[in-house]
């Protein structure tokens, strides 16, 4: 595998960047997490329309750019470090790549084409009050009805519900447990029979949302009872995707930290010429840069189709959780009296790195599920 960027990965990673920092300075995030909607539509037409970020990984018979997980992860590390308010996770990641895994030929090339153009705003709905982020625990329920199915149940936390046009829903056969009767199917985000209820979150630069489906008519989007393969994988891919947005994100935090201890003056000198301060910063790189390599091979394995995918997906999602949440407290620890106010931008990454720590599942969780993968412990549902 390449451990390192080619020259074009590069020049791709400094346009984003270039843009991100214009249109996602730090008064426009604050300004639109008091946003209804929670994301500006000109940017977004910008993103989409200019440099076609919502398709990036979507392959060109879809309507996409046809790169792949790495440039992806590009895209998500400097989303991460600019803290962008947009839908491009729940849009890009979850939902295209459920249809990608998920949908047969036709129903891609109907779905895909205006999520990549960046005209047609979907999600994923997979979590739901229980909060399992397990495939097996799907609860809501796919009855057939009239030619076709309608959907019961309840979905929280799922990512710019409230208002996507496009929901993927995960749902299961009446009386089947586990994988079995497990299924993805498409629902407009005004079908009838769906109330959608945005969330107050710890993290106002991310929407969820909750969704009740109350006998709402849905269209599957492959094989019925077969989604569970696709749902697994697309977690899988979402986990590596949120891995690289943490090292992003955790990476501008350092530099914030640096900036501050090279310039605040205590007993007349620069707090980081004292030796704790020093610690604190060289213990961060460290950890952040074994969290990027992490993320940057997994996104590797996965462009690869590497049978590693999913013990490298729970590794990264856990090692980059934890490297973002601790940089991020250790900046408002280095910023000191002011890193406490509201005014001060730590606290925002702080939120996002506590939001992320816990958004598909707790590093805990992907920790047991690594070991199991690689033998070290029991395989999921099994007991010691």
């Known amino acids: 595998m390449a451990f390192s960027f080619s020259d074009e990965q590069e020049e ?40 076609g970020l919502p398709g990036v990984h979507i392959p060109e018979e879809y309507g996409g750019q046809g790169f792949g997980p790495v440039e992806l992860g590009i895209v998500l590390e400097e989303m991460g470090r600019a803290l962008l308010c947009a839908p491009y996770f729940a849009s890009s990641v979850l939902a295209a790549g459920a249809i990608l895994r998920g949908a047969t030929s036709t129903r891609k090339k109907e779905l895909l084409p205006p999520i990549a153009s960046g005209e047609t705003i979907a999600t994923l709905a997979f979590s739901e009050p229980h909060e399992s982020w397990e495939v097996g625990a799907v609860e809501t329920t796919a009855t057939p009805a009239d030619g076709g199915f309608r959907l019961a149940g309840t979905k929280t936390l799922v990512l710019d519900g409230h208002h996507a046009n496009l929901v993927v829903v995960a749902a299961r056969a009446p009386g089947t447990t586990g994988d079995a009767g497990v299924t ?38 492959g094989e019925v009872g077969a989604g569970a393969a696709a749902l697994r994988a697309t977690l899988d891919e979402a986990a590596i995707a949120l891995a690289n947005e ?21 007993f007349g000198r620069p707090i980081g010429s004292f030796q704790a301060i020093k610690h604190k910063c060289a213990d961060l790189l460290l950890e952040i840069e074994l969290a990027k390599s992490t993320a940057y091979y997994a996104a590797a394995a996965l462009a690869e189709d590497s049978d590693e995918v999913a013990a490298v997906a729970a590794l990264a999602k856990a090692m980059c959780s934890d490297a973002f949440l601790r940089a991020a407290a250790e900046n ?46 029991p395989a999921a549902g099994e007991t010691r």
């Open 12 to 51: 791709f990673r400094s346009v984003v960047r270039r843009f991100l920092e214009e249109k996602s300075p730090s008064a426009e995030v604050r300004r639109l997490m008091d946003d209804e909607l929670g994301y500006d539509r000109s940017v977004w037409s910008q993103l989409s329309e200019e440099l």
């Open 184 to 221: 993805l199917f498409s629902v407009p985000g005004e079908a009838a029979g769906l109330t959608r209820q945005r969330l107050e979150t710890v993290d106002a630069t991310r929407n969820l949302a909750r969704l009740d489906f109350d006998g709402v008519p849905a269209e599957p989007l």
């Open 332 to 377: 408002i620890q280095i910023h000191g009296g002011v890193g406490f106010t509201w005014e001060y931008d730590a606290h925002l990454y702080f939120r996002r790195a506590k939001a992320s720590e816990v958004f598909l599942g707790a590093p805990a969780l992907h920790r047991e599920r690594y070991a199991a993968l690689v033998g070290l412990g």
């Open 246 to 266: 943490s090292v992003g994100a955790a990476q501008r935090v350092l530099e914030t930290a640096v900036e501050y201890a090279k310039t605040r003056v205590q």
